[in-house]
Nanobody, 116 residues
Framework: QVQLVESGGGLVQSGGSLRLSCAAS????????MAWYRQAPGEEYELVAT???????QYGDSAKGRFTLSRDNYKDTWYLEMNSLKPEDTAVYFC??????????WGQGTQVTVST
């Protein structure tokens, strides 16, 4: 099992920045893919950014050029640095991990609200 705990959400003005954290615990060595998703009210889940144990990074179209996904290996924590935030970035942001055996784990989510 893997436990994921997000933090760092909050209220920010348009154009501002936030850094989300996803602290992982448990069988971290079995994580193959790690990702950030978001869900705006009434919308489907949207992939924001994803990374693999091999180090590859991919970003959703809305995140390209503004968001950066990184990992602190010593803290077993992933970060999502979000810059130039827009009101349309308002959503609940979720940390997701995919492990061996097609196991999937989700965090509880953290709310990001961007005001005009």
């Amino acid at each position: 099992q893997v436990q994921l705990v997000e933090s760092g959400g909050g209220l920010v003005q348009s154009g501002g920045s936030l850094r989300l954290s996803c602290a992982a615990s448990g069988r971290i060595d079995e994580i193959v893919i790690m990702a950030w998703y978001r869900q705006a009210p009434g919308e489907e889940y949207e992939l924001v950014a994803t990374t693999t144990t091999g180090g590859s990074l991919q970003y959703g179209d809305s995140a390209k050029g503004r968001f950066t996904l990184s990992r602190d290996n010593y803290k077993d924590t992933w970060y999502l640095e979000m810059n130039s935030l827009k009101p349309e970035d308002t959503a609940v942001y979720f940390c997701y991990a995919h492990g061996y055996g097609d196991l999937e784990f989700w965090g509880q989510g953290t709310q990001v609200t961007v005001s005009t």
